[in-house]
């Protein structure tokens, strides 16, 4: 890491108090506007100096994009809703007590109270040599420095990795893509929705981003479909220090259950590749099965095929395939059925 | 436009090369647009020059004993020359795709396409030494009166006793010679390039060059990428122009017909087979 200074550069300041106004602002400044949510990731780059934006446009007195609300049975969950108001409302853990417990295993509490869904969704990755400001592919160059045969890349990626093995670092992105969740970005007078997976993009596509996200464009809100509201869920995140840490992996998963069969799955894990990954085989294959040891047994196989490990992170293999286990026999702390 | 190649601080504090600035795609494709508006415009009000029929008509009558079909192209040098179209035309779109904005895995289609370049490049290298006419494709100085007087043809006139070309035009030669240098350079950088990503065929090691040595390595991959976009849109241009349709179809069919051979060919340079 490089020394953390007091001093950031010098950027000009806004903080509108709607979202048409950070729109137009956006709009008016493109590529030389940097959003900020609850800073949580900012401020690292800009006190590192990584980053140096002609504009911070800050999101914290927006406040109609704070708040959960119900939505048909779903709910719609406003960008700037922060981690622990998302861990703590009664509806959301109620209907989606996955989502809360992603949320509320996020970093700190200090951090959780600062930290934003939208923000936690968008992060950008964490890859110590990139956040060094090298040269690397994400960051504009062309080499990767934590894929060599002498590099540290314990925390790296085993799948889809593309010249760049960083991972997603979210928490709470794998358990919104578990329960099908829609993205709503507006830009200028627009508006796109997007399902969950497709917000965010691996390096095969665009290296240099974790989303979709282009300059000019403002995630707003994160609508979640009731369909799984009251479904079995799955959460589990492991990480080196309990107290505070990012996911070495982590997975979510929502199971339909009709009797002792699960006839619809989502799995997703994440700290595995550059996008939360979602595991479109075992999904399948699960489909129409018990949920019982030969089942997890089988997907746990399935899960990790197709994955390549790093000279320090063969453990994620053996790792992945352990959470899909216990998710699929609903063994945890966060297991609701 | 801005700098002509990107800059970037190494961890060790040295200023390295990255790549060639993306404008001067941009500027490939513009100019080879342009060459072709500025060039069909020529040629539509030009003076230029089309060899007198009753002329051709003479050689004709001259050389009746040559086939009515002659063999420009065996169909082993047709598949090379397809294959090749067809690894350049998937080597642009994947690279250059994502930088006008269509987004997609473009990596594993990219290097893919340039083993088969690759492999077409060094078969073709050991078919024309050993089974064509080896010299035929080569320029030299004693192509000067030949680039003259196509030169004088394209302002409109007639150089007598000029010479003609044997089996390539001159056209042809001064773009395969442009082909060779930049195809061979965009092989050789590619080729070490394959130790940047993940290929299965060779172990990923950037550490195999300096930094510096990647930076020229990409440097001139990018210089000969661009290079190429404007290689390309001149040679299908010409393909696609009515008086040269005769060639490309030569490439297609193989066969020029006499009357072909002998309105743009020396008989004596190309001996045509019989």
Redesign the interface.
């Known amino acids: 890491m490089p020394p953390i200074r007091d001093v950031m550069p010098a950027f000009e300041l806004f903080q509108p108090a709607n979202v048409g106004d950070a729109l137009g602002i956006l709009d008016r400044h493109g590529a030389d506007a940097w959003v900020m949510a609850g800073g949580m990731d900012t401020f690292d780059w800009l006190k590192d100096r990584i980053r140096k934006p002609k504009v911070v446009v800050d999101l914290g007195n927006v406040t109609e994009l704070r708040g959960i609300k119900d939505a048909a049975g779903g709910l719609e969950i406003g960008a700037m809703t922060t981690l622990t108001s998302v861990a703590n409302d009664p509806l959301v853990k109620e209907r989606f007590p996955m989502l809360a417990a992603a949320a509320l295993i996020v970093a700190s509490p200090q951090i959780r109270n600062q930290g934003t869904v939208g923000g936690n969704v968008s992060q950008d990755a964490r890859c110590w040599y990139y956040r060094?400001g090298?040269?690397c592919y994400r960051?504009?160059?062309?080499?990767?420095?934590a894929?060599?045969?002498?590099s540290i890349n314990r925390e790296h990626a085993i799948f889809n990795?593309?010249?760049c093995v960083a991972v997603n670092p979210s928490d709470t992105a794998p358990a919104l893509i578990a329960l099908d969740a829609e993205f709503v970005i507006k830009r200028g007078s627009a508006e796109r929705v997007l399902p969950a997976r497709e917000f965010f993009?691996?390096p095969?596509?665009?290296i240099t981003k974790l989303t979709v996200l282009k300059p000019g464009d403002l995630l707003t809100a994160i609508r979640i479909p009731a369909t799984w509201a009251g479904k079995a869920h799955y959460f589990e995140k492991v990480r080196d220090r309990q107290v505070w840490d990012f996911a070495l992996v982590n997975i979510a998963a929502s199971l339909n259950m009709s009797g002792t069969t699960i006839s619809e799955a989502r799995l997703v894990v994440n700290g595995v590749a550059a996008e939360p990954y979602r595991l479109d085989a075992v999904e399948a294959a699960i489909k129409g099965k018990p949920r019982d040891k030969a089942t997890a047994d089988l997907a746990a196989d399935l899960a990790v095929q197709g994955a390549?490990p790093l000279r320090h992170n063969a453990y994620k293999i053996p790792l992945v395939k352990a959470l899909v286990k216990r998710a699929i026999r609903g063994e945890a702390e966060w297991a609701t059925s | 436009m801005g700098n002509l190649v990107s800059w970037a601080r190494s961890p060790w504090g040295e200023s390295v090369l990255i790549h060639i600035s993306w404008d001067l795609f941009w500027a490939a494709l513009v100019g080879g647009l342009l060459f072709l508006l500025a060039h069909g415009g020529y040629m539509l009000f030009s003076q230029h020059h089309k060899r007198d029929s009753s002329e051709v008509d003479r050689l004709e009558a001259a050389r009746k004993g040559l086939p009515a079909n002659i063999t420009r192209h065996g169909f082993v040098a047709r598949m090379f020359h397809w294959v090749m179209a067809f690894s350049m035309l998937t080597l642009l779109v994947t690279a250059f795709l994502p930088i006008v904005g269509v987004k997609f895995a473009w990596v594993y289609w990219h290097w893919m396409a340039g083993i088969l370049l690759t492999a077409s490049v060094m078969f073709h290298i050991v078919h024309a030494t050993f089974v064509l006419d080896f010299w035929s494709i080569w320029i030299g100085p004693k192509d000067i009166p030949e680039f003259k007087a196509e030169m004088m043809r394209d302002l409109g006139q007639e150089t007598p006793g000029a010479p003609k070309p044997g089996k390539y035009p001159l056209g042809n030669r001064l773009y395969h010679l442009a082909v060779l240098v930049a195809g061979l350079a965009v092989i050789a950088t590619g080729i070490l390039m394959m130790w940047r990503v993940r290929t299965g065929i060779v172990e990923r090691n950037p550490y195999i060059l300096t930094d510096a040595t990647w930076g020229i390595t990409y440097v001139v991959h990018g210089l000969m990428g661009v290079g190429f976009v404007g290689l390309v849109i001149a040679h299908i241009y010409f393909a696609l122009r009515p008086e040269k349709l005769w060639v490309t179809k030569a490439m297609i069919f193989g066969t020029v017909t006499r009357r072909e051979y002998l309105e743009h060919h020396d008989p004596d340079r190309w001996v045509a087979d019989k």
């Open positions: 060094a090298w040269p960051a504009g160059g062309n080499i990767c420095y894929d060599t045969p002498t990795a593309d010249r993009v691996g095969g596509i665009d390549v």
